[in-house]
């Protein structure tokens, strides 16, 4: 009999547990609907918005349908059947404007400032009837482009009329268009079709002849809209941001900022929140700052992409050296270590402190294959980078003394300026016998004031007899040394490729070659033709193209 009263209280516990449960509705167009379909890659915002949820204690209930205005949603009874669900202390997310604007659909079509806001007063009133609370939000933003690179705005007036209607009814605004169209700069104009649904013919079995659509979204898109909407609602204090965490289950983006503003606070944290072997790419994105310590990038998380706010502006410094870390190998006396494969850092500095003649010490270590580095600067002396694997690296600038780029790897540097700070070698190409070792095109070698001469490359051709390095139109200031390469050794030279072509003084004025190396040489025309195309030099088994 006493089991009976037990169970009683159990059954109540329960029935509180259900009651405090905090339901989220959502309401608007197409860009925030739930898609069906899973076999085609349209999602809406509201879809992916659970993914934020922070347990149990709130539901997303998604009433957001394709081609609805706020007219529409009305006039279908759409409105009435969230009134009938809606429960005290429950969410409305308001977002329309995309078919309000279509004055050539008239059951569509809701002038701005009438009916259109009419309609948002009734929605937040009818809202607050409930006991529930309404959350209004600005339309999306589309992927519109101008010829000249600017994004356009393709809602005008309905953005104004949103912030009006909230600071006149006292909602909160979720400033989506704002966050979004910035979501799309950043990207630019090519890499922002990822966050829509642009797919070439025979890529889609729902669109066998491609599809090119600038206003609904990829999943990315709809997972990092439905982010910025978590964000907007942590950013305004609201007491929904209990119920929802800024970072995704599985989260394919996360912003990292030192002063706390980002999701977390250091770069190796955010290396740490993405799931092991993940198939799908994550973009890091760092804000403006210092970060102090190493980061590694471990060979289970693969595809990562770092993005520095700015170049000079995002700087990694950290102090690891051979002297400091004695056995630990070259991932130990290197700043940012990466193991695995897929990875591409862009638009940030990475500076190993190290001093002069504080021994081998590396800025950039990469182990991983089919990597990119794009628009960033290197510092460190000795062995600032080592590049194993296939890398690209464009528009960067790199400065030490001794062997500055060196390793095992297939490496080609495009439009980078290598600044040597004191006497040494530029290179060091350990790749092996039949491999592309180090190709530079289109580069500068300047020097500091205290450099006297520095070599193009040196190699141990004992050891490694296929090395390569080829200099491709480089310019060279007169620190280069008219012997300018530097080989040791007797055996197996006929394996050796140092290949020069085109090379000019930092005027732009053609160098004399007479007096090079012996065992260095002009690119044959077919060499030459290979060297100069990244696509094809880095192609291997897998097809990879760097420059897509």
Same mark, same amino acid.
Request: charged letters at 25%; proline letters at 5%; one cysteine or more.
């Given at each position: 009999?006493?089991?009976?009263?037990? @169970?009683?209280?159990?059954?109540?516990?329960?029935?509180?547990?259900?009651?405090?449960?905090?339901?989220?509705?959502?309401?608007?167009?197409?860009?925030?609907?739930?898609?069906?379909?899973?076999?085609?890659?349209?999602?809406?915002?509201?879809?992916?918005?659970?993914?934020?949820?922070?347990?149990?204690?709130?539901?997303?209930?998604?009433?957001?349908?394709?081609?609805?205005?706020?007219?529409?949603?009305?006039?279908?009874?759409?409105?009435?059947?969230?009134?009938?669900?809606?429960?005290?202390?429950?969410?409305?997310?308001?977002?329309?404007?995309?078919?309000?604007?279509?004055?050539?659909?008239?059951?569509?079509?809701?002038?701005?400032?009438?009916?259109?806001?009419?309609?948002?007063?009734? @929605?937040?009133?009818?809202?607050?009837?409930?006991?529930?609370?309404?959350?209004?939000?600005?339309?999306?933003?589309?992927?519109?482009? *101008?010829?000249?690179? %600017?994004?356009?705005?393709?809602?005008?007036?309905?953005?104004?009329?949103?912030? %009006?209607?909230?600071?006149?009814?006292?909602?909160?605004?979720?400033?989506?268009?704002?966050?979004? &169209?910035?979501?799309?700069?950043?990207?630019?104009?090519?890499?922002?079709?990822?966050?829509?649904?642009? @797919?070439?013919?025979?890529?889609?079995?729902?669109?066998?002849?491609?599809?090119?659509?600038?206003?609904?979204?990829?999943?990315?898109?709809?997972?990092?809209?439905?982010?910025?909407?978590?964000?907007?609602?942590?950013?305004?204090?609201?007491?929904?941001?209990?119920?929802?965490?800024?970072?995704?289950?599985?989260?394919?983006?996360?912003?990292?900022?030192?002063?706390? *503003?980002?999701?977390?606070?250091?770069?190796?944290?955010?290396?740490?929140?993405?799931?092991?072997?993940?198939?799908?790419?994550?973009?890091?994105?760092?804000?403006?700052?210092?970060?102090?310590?190493?980061?590694?990038?471990?060979?289970?998380?693969?595809?990562?992409?770092?993005?520095?706010?700015? +170049?000079?502006?995002?700087?990694?410094?950290?102090?690891?050296? =051979?002297?400091?870390?004695?056995?630990?190998?070259?991932?130990?006396?290197?700043?940012?270590?990466?193991?695995?494969?897929?990875?591409?850092?862009?638009?940030?500095?990475?500076?190993?402190?190290?001093?002069?003649?504080?021994?081998?010490?590396?800025?950039?270590?990469?182990?991983?294959? +089919?990597?990119?580095?794009?628009?960033?600067?290197?510092?460190?002396?000795?062995?600032?980078?080592?590049?194993?694997?296939?890398?690209?690296?464009?528009?960067?600038?790199?400065?030490?003394?001794?062997?500055?780029?060196?390793?095992?790897?297939?490496?080609?540097?495009?439009?980078?300026?290598?600044?040597?700070?004191?006497?040494?070698?530029?290179?060091? *190409?350990?790749?092996?016998?039949?491999?592309?070792?180090?190709?530079?095109?289109?580069?500068?070698?300047? &020097?500091?004031?205290?450099?006297?001469?520095?070599?193009?490359?040196?190699? =141990?051709?004992?050891?490694?007899?296929? *090395?390569?390095?080829?200099?491709?139109?480089?310019?060279?200031?007169?620190?280069?040394?008219?012997?300018?390469?530097?080989?040791?050794?007797?055996?197996?030279?006929?394996?050796?490729? @140092?290949?020069?072509?085109?090379?000019?003084?930092?005027?732009?004025?053609?160098?004399?070659?007479?007096?090079?190396?012996?065992?260095?040489?002009?690119?044959?025309?077919?060499?030459?033709?290979?060297?100069?195309?990244?696509?094809?030099?880095?192609?291997?088994?897998?097809?990879?193209?760097?420059?897509?």
């Amino acid at each position: 009999m006493k089991l009976v009263p037990l @169970f009683a209280a159990l059954v109540c516990v329960v029935t509180s547990i259900h009651a405090a449960t905090t339901t989220i509705h959502t309401i608007g167009d197409s860009t925030m609907a739930d898609k069906p379909r899973l076999e085609h890659p349209e999602r809406g915002w509201g879809q992916l918005l659970p993914e934020y949820l922070a347990g149990r204690s709130a539901v997303v209930k998604n009433y957001a349908m394709n081609g609805r205005s706020s007219k529409s949603f009305i006039d279908e009874g759409r409105w009435a059947t969230v009134l009938e669900n809606l429960a005290a202390d429950d969410w409305v997310i308001i977002q329309f404007g995309h078919n309000d604007q279509k004055d050539q659909s008239p059951d569509r079509y809701a002038a701005p400032d009438t009916d259109y806001r009419a309609n948002l007063v009734r @929605f937040v009133r009818e809202t607050r009837e409930k006991g529930a609370h309404p959350i209004l939000a600005t339309s999306v933003a589309r992927r519109r482009w *101008s010829e000249a690179g %600017e994004l356009i705005d393709t809602h005008g007036r309905y953005l104004e009329v949103v912030r %009006e209607v909230g600071a006149a009814e006292n909602v909160p605004v979720l400033e989506l268009a704002e966050r979004t &169209a910035d979501m799309i700069r950043r990207r630019g104009v090519e890499r922002s079709k990822d966050f829509f649904l642009w @797919f070439e013919p025979g890529v889609l079995q729902t669109a066998p002849k491609g599809l090119q659509d600038d206003t609904h979204f990829s999943k990315l898109g709809a997972r990092r809209v439905a982010g910025l909407a978590v964000e907007e609602i942590h950013r305004l204090g609201l007491p929904l941001a209990q119920h929802l965490r800024l970072l995704p289950r599985d989260p394919d983006f996360v912003v990292v900022a030192a002063d706390g *503003s980002g999701h977390v606070k250091t770069i190796q944290a955010a290396i740490e929140s993405v799931q092991w072997h993940r198939a799908d790419p994550v973009e890091i994105f760092i804000k403006r700052g210092r970060y102090e310590g190493r980061v590694v990038v471990p060979r289970e998380r693969p595809n990562l992409h770092f993005v520095g706010e700015d +170049r000079d502006g995002v700087v990694i410094e950290a102090l690891a050296n =051979e002297r400091l870390q004695p056995g630990g190998g070259w991932p130990a006396r290197s700043a940012f270590v990466v193991e695995a494969d897929d990875v591409t850092i862009e638009n940030l500095t990475i500076r190993n402190t190290t001093p002069k003649g504080g021994s081998q010490a590396e800025a950039l270590y990469v182990n991983g294959d +089919r990597c990119v580095v794009r628009n960033c600067a290197f510092y460190s002396f000795q062995d600032t980078l080592n590049l194993s694997g296939r890398v690209y690296v464009e528009n960067c600038y790199v400065e030490g003394d001794v062997d500055f780029a060196w390793g095992y790897g297939s490496v080609v540097f495009k439009d980078c300026e290598l600044k040597a700070v004191h006497d040494g070698y530029y290179v060091q *190409s350990r790749n092996a016998v039949g491999r592309v070792g180090m190709v530079f095109i289109d580069c500068t070698l300047s &020097a500091g004031p205290e450099t006297q001469r520095c070599w193009l490359a040196r190699i =141990e051709v004992d050891r490694f007899p296929g *090395s390569e390095v080829a200099w491709i139109r480089c310019r060279m200031g007169p620190h280069i040394p008219a012997e300018g390469w530097i080989v040791t050794g007797n055996e197996r030279k006929d394996l050796l490729r @140092f290949l020069e072509h085109g090379s000019m003084d930092l005027a732009g004025n053609p160098i004399d070659l007479a007096g090079r190396h012996s065992d260095a040489r002009p690119p044959t025309a077919e060499e030459l033709e290979l060297l100069g195309d990244p696509a094809r030099l880095f192609a291997g088994s897998d097809g990879w193209q760097p420059l897509r």
